[in-house]
């Protein structure tokens, strides 16, 4: 109800976000990994990466935040059950890339951020 009292809600937003939702919600269920250190809620000049993964139909997602004092505009990470390579393809811009295994076991995947608390959802398939 508090939705439909604002004359001025964006339901075109509202109706992306619940839709990203559904597809994200899935994969909640399954492996989580923990990318990047703990931190307390405190520390905000950092970054926070976890993705979760279905090892049956072998994808996830995978999500990425860039904290709002975060002075570094990359992240560098690795998928440890992507050993042999994935696809990944950025939500926001249907954009995807490929990333071998001797990349991910070597160098990793390296996510570049425009803005200072920005939030990057990528959508994982491995069986390439």
Not at 50 to 62: A, H, I, N, T
Request: with cysteine; hydrophobic share 35%.
């Amino acid at each position: 109800s508090q939705y439909a009292e604002d004359p001025g809600q964006d339901w075109d937003m509202l109706r992306r976000g619940l839709y990203e939702w559904k597809q994200v919600a899935p994969y909640l269920l399954r492996d989580m990994y923990v990318h990047t250190p703990w931190h307390s809620a405190e520390e905000t000049d950092g970054f926070t990466a976890y993705s979760f993964f279905d090892p049956e139909k072998r994808e996830g997602v995978l999500l990425a935040f860039r904290q709002e004092n975060c002075e570094a505009d990359e992240l560098t990470l690795t998928l440890p059950y992507a050993e042999a390579g994935a696809v990944l393809t950025d939500a926001d811009t249907n954009c995807s890339f490929t990333v071998s295994g001797s990349e991910m076991k070597t160098s990793g995947i390296k996510l570049s951020f425009e803005h200072k608390r920005e939030v990057r959802l990528f959508w994982i398939k491995t069986d390439l």
